[in-house]
């Protein structure tokens, strides 16, 4: 018996939306559980009920599609897709780095969007081939972050406070002092204030 994987497409636009409902209606391993097109609505959707792939557009009207990936990876560890029109490199390149598995144009064909939801939900990164090539002058962090480490390390950056933090990734906000407490070590940074510095000189934000 085929192992079905529901699906999450999160896009404001009704044609993606459209498309992609046509695509995997012709594949029985997956099925589309519901469409939305606000980021605000995805993570109480997916505390209400099962979603193994997310496919998100990182350009959406409400919220940022960055935050969006930050607060459903650092809080479930979400399978996600950055399916997108975004020719920004440094904000796909940050999606990688927060945890997004796979990342595929919106000009791309088809097949190239399936090949990414059966990567991802392998446990592989795929990235498309003109969209690797146009990363190719990003060279990989030279430090190694967990996903949810990079989850709060994102909200640092922000401004944000360990509590608004720990509410965003629903965990206890012990969770984030132990987390940060890592990111001080993995930095090599003496105090908490040197933290998001020492990530952008890392080129880790």
Do not use: W
């Amino acid at each position: 018996m085929t192992v079905q994987h529901n699906v999450l497409i999160v896009d404001d636009h009704r044609i993606t939306q459209s498309g992609l409902r046509f695509l995997f209606a012709s594949l029985d391993r997956f099925v589309v559980v519901e469409a939305l097109d606000r980021g605000t609505m995805v993570n109480a959707f997916i505390q209400s009920q099962p979603v193994d792939l997310v496919i998100l557009d990182l350009n959406l009207p409400d919220v940022r599609g960055i935050n969006v990936l930050a607060e459903i990876v650092g809080s479930r560890d979400m399978t996600v897709i950055i399916l997108t029109g975004e020719t920004n490199l440094a904000k796909i390149h940050s999606a990688l780095k927060l945890g997004a598995r796979a990342v595929v144009s919106k000009s791309d064909p088809l097949d190239h969007i399936v090949a990414a939801c059966d990567a991802a939900l392998a446990g592989d990164v795929y990235i498309s081939p003109h969209i690797e090539e146009a990363l190719g002058k990003f060279q990989q962090p030279p430090v190694a972050l967990s996903s949810r480490q990079m989850a709060i390390l994102h909200y640092l950056a922000q401004g944000e406070t360990n509590k608004e933090i720990a509410y965003r990734l629903a965990i206890a906000p012990p969770t984030v002092s132990f987390h940060i407490a890592e990111l001080r070590r993995k930095l090599d940074v003496p105090h908490n204030r040197r933290i998001v510095e020492r990530a952008n000189e890392l080129n880790l934000l």
